[in-house]
């Protein structure tokens, strides 16, 4: 018996030695996290879509060393599609109206939607920061982007010649490789309550057009191009750790 307790108290002893709190100390840990981004648009994707919104999440491992590994998703979309006439000018009225298949105007609205999913390494530097977890952070990614225009119909079934296969004629479906920065501050609580990060991105996407042919023009666009989105980002942060105590007490 004395045997197993004098086993016991070293393994209890041995493991509370070997945590570190992130009160006084660089952790490695896992981090979830969430964001909101207000972004405006560069090179070709000025001429297609005014400013956007994107919300997403991603996971992170922060190791001792103060590296970041992760991997982020990021939905995006917009609300103002430039050159809207342009692009459904054959189906349009001379006043901009749509013509259903019952002879009434059809309600319809022009979006822009899109997505992002990259890969991250980053580096945590701990200055202007309250404990070793915090700090200046710098970020780069690599990935792939997607975007294309919505044209939403209040009553689909009444325009099917926007529906279907023939409404990608008008959604100049884009994607390509797409490359990111961030740098801005990250904030790592002595409590679990206060984890947050915020900062600028800035993200290239190097795309073309996926479609066959575009029912405007009648021919297909093949031209590369280069998709710039400037954002403010904000997040939320998960981290994962162990708690520890700081005082030890022995009977």
């Known amino acids: 018996m004395k045997k197993l307790l004098s086993i016991a108290a070293f393994l209890i002893i041995s493991q509370a030695y070997s945590q570190v709190s992130v009160r006084d100390s660089s952790i490695s840990m896992p981090i979830v996290y969430g964001f909101y981004s207000y972004q405006i648009p560069g090179g070709d994707l000025a001429d297609r879509f005014g400013h956007s919104s994107s919300i997403g999440a991603g996971f992170m491992f922060k190791a001792k060393s103060n590296w970041t590994f992760g991997i982020e998703y990021s939905h995006i979309w917009w609300n103002e599609v430039k050159n809207g006439d342009s692009i459904l000018k054959h189906i349009l009225t001379e006043d901009g109206q749509?013509?259903?298949?019952?002879?009434?105007?059809?309600?319809f609205d022009l979006f822009g939607r899109g997505f992002t999913i990259t890969g991250q390494v980053g580096k945590l530097i701990p200055v202007l920061s309250h404990n070793d977890n915090s700090g200046i952070l710098?970020?780069?990614?690599?990935?792939?982007?997607?975007h294309w225009v919505r044209i939403q119909v209040k009553e689909q079934e009444s325009v099917p010649w926007l529906s279907g296969d023939y409404a990608k004629g008008y959604d100049r479906l884009c994607s390509g490789l797409t490359l990111n920065q961030f740098i801005g501050y990250s904030y790592i609580g002595n409590s679990r309550v206060w984890n947050f990060y915020g900062g600028f991105e800035f993200t290239q996407g190097f795309t073309r057009n996926q479609r066959d042919i575009d029912f405007d023009t009648r021919i297909k666009d093949d031209k590369s191009r280069v998709d710039l989105i400037f954002g403010i980002k904000i997040g939320w942060m998960i981290p994962v750790y162990r708690n520890t105590k700081s005082d030890f007490y022995y009977y």
């Open 98 to 107: 749509i013509i259903d298949i019952g002879g009434l105007y059809a309600v």
């Open 138 to 146: 710098l970020k780069a990614g690599i990935g792939y982007m997607q």
